[in-house]
């Protein structure tokens, strides 16, 4: 069965992490002298008392790990890191509620960017950055992480990495996965230090831009303010932001070919890039006519219609969701097209969330193939992504992906609807934490917060969101009793 | 070290499971994407999917800044042809395995190398080595020569015939024994015994010993009823038997059985210059005629058809016929450890054994031979004592040697000494050192 030592000495190693990330938060705080501190100082004491009775229980641990054991480690990481990622907020009286503060801690780990505060502002600066930093260690994953900076996991790290990655396409940089995990982290380190640069040139606070930067990068969306990007009223943090939410959600390790090793060829030739961009284009199109002509209310000048309209679709389908406008005003056609580009989300293997356009890809090719198929009975009908064929193992995958995708989507709408929300507000909730987005329509929409979700309700939204960021398989795996029969 | 293996076949697939464990940079290619899915997806390393003789998908892996290219295809002319690409492309180092004696020979080492390859591997000479050590002493499971083979390193198997059963090693040792008990087998566990351990019936126990105290182990083990080994017979007449055929010492008469008419009349060309071999046409399957050719009388029989089944059933058949040293050869992997619990004397897996052999050359320098116990999990290793290293300065006692490692026997001057612990290692000592499984690197520190 279950290796249980290991298991603790890897989640006590974790959580030393976890105390060691909230410790630089702490830091924070007292460089820009916060009143209030003691609460990170109680969270750190409890995470590394915690984290040394499990280092305790595991030592002299088996270096053995099944298929099972790299599935329990990684969903029980993400719910343990999340439970003690909230003292901050409940110790320091900032969410007095504990599921919404799990909630506010879940949908940071999982870079979500839902939030259920009313007063941001009011946040102390250590608070407002560990949020922050939440959205970015959890943006490639908390067990990447640590594969990244720890040599704990001997053999298990690959079963590990199975169970973390997303997208169907998991390529190695490196025969090593922690080399392979330093490389990605060094990408994504540089993209934020360049993103934070950028910003502040703008004119935004070193605090700011170094918040909004870790968001950013991460797909997150938390931002340091109430109203989000809007608050700053600069075109040039709105393009700044458009630019790196679009590159952090392109396959990270095309990235790196890209830049490191100079393999043009494999940026432009890439398939699920193209259609990425497709999408957004196509997407932007038309919520710019609809902001443009005389469908909406005052019509925008040229030029906003385009920065508008490309920040929202940008910030929805990388499932990062900043607002600078409030797209609930906006004609109702467009609502069909954000609903569906924060659907699809991204490409796989970058921080952001959703279906992943990769998957899209094969769909449709998939679908296409069909239409042949009753033609041409006999033909064999291939899908190529980037000139590979699909094996029929990764296909069927995918469709029961797709089902389990959709179905689970179906299912919390319907209890959303049972919970008092209205049906599109239902609807909104459900693909918002599933795709790791954030804002949703009506009452839901980037202009309000989560706040009056009832209790039921937010922790329904918690586990959809680890759901999601999870690619839902890893952890819904753990609720089949198939996986706890002694083999 | 960056590590590119051509060929996920059995070879590769084993050989990258050692060296990935080692935490070098595994690059595994070949052309068959469910071979590799099977295996990227449970170890680190990097599966590459491409045709491993194509000179695009070599560059496309990397190979111009590879280390080491292991060409390990079943194909020889592919795998020649691949490590020419690589050592072409830059490559520093490449081995390939081949089926043909011919290339192994001294004159045309040079000419390989000239064409970029730099190392040659034969699994079928390999194997008929390992037979026919196992053979030579029938008593015997596993035999392993040190250096110039004065100090020698034997397996054998414990009835309750022996004379040192029950016994803690302390209690024996007080009669100041020429031999020294380097690990016990006991089930699915390796010991590495201490003073306390005693040994029990069952266990498999490696000895090191000098080569003229080993009637004296014989005797101490309750063995003296095993005949020594003068009459072989063989089934199936592979590649495998006409090596052995012609390694056996010549007071050794051997007989092989081959299906194939065609193929033993082949046989007796390749074994002209050997009279004391006989090719007898039949099924090596068929008792009667096992017993037509004198099977009781033979010492020793080896099974080496394609087929393990019939390997492992021909062996039972033979010690049920009174042969007393079985040897069967076992392609599958999985078989292997039923194929011992079954009790056949010795078990000869030609993968292993070239997987085995290349790992043992990728190892440092430092280790002048080394012998993986896949029965046992442990290695046993040959160091040669460089100066002023950490060994030298202390008593062995008071070494502090990692738990799961003894220190053997010693060759000084050419004649080989067990070593206690009040035993002084000096400079240029060849050191035998036995461990458990992937120790070795942490022992070498010691020879530096």
Not at chain 2, 300 to 306: N, S
Request: charged content about 20%; proline content about 3%; hydrophobic content about 45%.
């Amino acid at each position: 069965m279950i290796n249980k030592k290991l298991f603790f000495k890897i989640m006590g190693s974790l959580l030393f992490i976890e105390a060691g990330l909230l410790l630089l938060s702490l830091i924070v705080g007292l460089l820009y002298h916060d009143e209030e501190y003691m609460s990170f100082v109680y969270s750190i004491l409890t995470a590394a008392g915690i984290a040394s009775i499990m280092k305790f229980y595991g030592r002299n641990a088996e270096n053995r790990m099944s298929r099972h054991d790299g599935y329990i480690v990684v969903s029980v990481a993400w719910v343990l890191f999340s439970l003690i990622g909230m003292l901050p907020y409940l110790l320091s009286g900032y969410i007095t509620n504990v599921s919404m503060a799990f909630f506010e801690t879940m949908s940071g780990f999982t870079s979500t960017g839902a939030t259920i505060l009313d007063n941001i502002e009011e946040g102390t600066h250590a608070l407002l950055f560990w949020r922050s930093m939440t959205q970015w260690i959890g943006g490639l994953g908390i067990v990447f992480f640590t594969i990244a900076i720890l040599p704990i996991f001997g053999l298990g790290e690959v079963k590990l990495f199975a169970a973390e990655a997303t997208g169907p396409a998991r390529s190695k940089l490196h025969p090593r996965i922690s080399t392979t995990a330093k490389r990605i982290w060094a990408v994504y380190i540089g993209l934020t230090l360049s993103c934070a640069g950028f910003l502040m040139l703008g004119g935004v606070s070193l605090y700011d831009s170094l918040c909004h930067a870790m968001t950013c990068t991460a797909t997150g969306g938390f931002s340091t303010y109430q109203d989000s990007v809007a608050h700053f009223h600069s075109t040039y943090v709105e393009y700044v932001l458009t630019i790196f939410m679009f590159v952090s959600s392109i396959n990270f390790s095309l990235i790196y070919f890209g830049i490191f090793q100079k393999h043009f060829k494999r940026f432009i030739t890439d398939t699920e890039l193209k259609w990425f961009i497709c999408i957004i284009l196509g997407a932007t199109g038309i919520c710019m006519y609809c902001l443009y002509s005389d469908h909406y209310q005052e019509p925008l000048s040229f030029e906003e219609s385009f920065r508008q309209a490309i920040f929202q679709v940008v910030s929805l389908i990388t499932t990062t969701g900043y607002a600078s406008a409030d797209y609930c005003l906006w004609p109702h056609i467009t609502w069909s097209v954000l609903c569906a580009v924060m659907f699809m989300g991204s490409c796989a293997g970058s921080t952001a969330g959703g279906f992943k356009i990769i998957r899209v890809v094969m769909l449709t090719k998939n679908a296409y193939n069909e239409f042949k198929h009753i033609l041409h009975p006999n033909a064999v009908l291939p899908i190529r992504v980037n000139n590979f064929v699909i094996s029929n193992s990764v296909k069927s995958t995918l469709l029961a992906f797709f089902f389990i995708y959709f179905a689970t989507t179906m299912v919390a709408t319907i209890i959303y609807t049972f919970m008092g929300l209205s049906f599109s507000e239902a609807i909104g909730v459900s693909l918002s934490c599933i795709s790791n987005v954030g804002p949703s329509f009506g009452r839901f929409g980037p202009a309000f917060s989560w706040s009056h979700l009832s209790d039921a309700a937010t922790w329904l939204s918690s586990f959809l969101m680890l759901l999601g960021r999870l690619e839902i398989f890893s952890v819904l795996i753990m609720l089949t009793p198939h996986f706890w029969r002694r083999r | 070290m960056k590590i590119v293996i051509a060929g996920a076949g059995a070879v590769g697939t084993h050989l990258a499971l050692l060296l990935s464990k080692e935490k070098q940079d595994i690059i595994l290619m070949d052309e068959d994407d469910v071979k590799l899915d099977k295996i990227g997806s449970n170890f680190d390393l990097m599966p590459w999917h491409d045709s491993p003789s194509s000179i695009q998908a070599q560059k496309n892996a990397g190979v111009a800044t590879a280390d080491l290219f292991i060409a390990v295809t079943p194909d020889e002319a592919r795998n020649m042809t691949c490590c020419m690409i690589a050592s072409n492309l830059g490559c520093k180092k490449t081995v390939a395995r081949i089926d043909n004696f011919e290339y192994m020979t001294d004159k045309n080492r040079e000419f390989f190398r000239q064409m970029g390859i730099d190392s040659l591997i034969y699994p079928e000479m390999l194997a008929a080595k390992e037979i026919v050590d196992a053979v030579r002493m029938s008593w015997i499971r596993q035999w392993w020569e040190v250096g110039s083979g004065d100090l020698v390193m034997i397996g054998v198997k414990m009835r309750n015939t022996a004379k040192i059963l029950n016994t803690p090693l302390k209690e024996l040792g007080a009669q100041k024994l020429p031999y020294h008990v380097v690990a016990i087998k006991r089930g699915d566990e390796t010991i590495i015994p201490n003073g306390f351990d005693s040994i029990l019936p069952l266990d498999l126990v490696y000895f090191m010993s000098n080569r003229k105290h080993i009637p004296f182990i014989r005797q101490e083990c309750g063995k003296e009823e095993y005949p020594d080994v003068k009459n072989v017979m063989i089934i199936g007449g592979s590649r495998i038997a006409v090596r052995t055929a012609k390694t056996v010492p010549d007071y050794m008469r051997v007989t092989i059985i081959e299906q194939d008419e065609a193929r033993c009349n082949r046989l007796t060309e390749l074994l002209i210059d050997h009279p004391n071999v006989m090719v007898v046409h039949g099924d090596g399957r068929d008792m009667n005629m096992l017993e037509e050719e004198h099977i009781r009388t033979k010492e020793a029989f080896v099974a080496l058809t394609d087929n393990a089944e019939t390997n492992i059933l021909a062996c039972l058949a033979a010690k049920g016929m009174g042969v007393s040293k079985t040897v069967a050869l076992v392609e599958n992997i999985d078989y292997i450890k039923m194929a011992e619990s079954m009790d056949i004397g010795t078990i000869i897996n030609k993968k292993t054994i070239a997987a085995g052999c290349i790992y043992q050359r990728l190892l440092d320098a430092d280790v002048d031979n080394m012998k993986s116990l896949d029965m046992a999990k442990a290695d046993v290793a040959e160091f040669t004592v460089n100066h002023n290293a950490k060994i030298t300065r202390k008593l062995v006692k008071d070494l502090g040697l990692p738990k799961g490692v003894t220190i053997g026997g010693l060759v000084r001057k050419g004649t080989g000494m067990l070593v206690n612990g009040m035993t002084q290692i000096e400079e240029g000592d060849h050191v035998v050192v036995f461990c458990l499984s992937g120790m070795i690197k942490k022992i070498e520190k010691y020879f530096g």
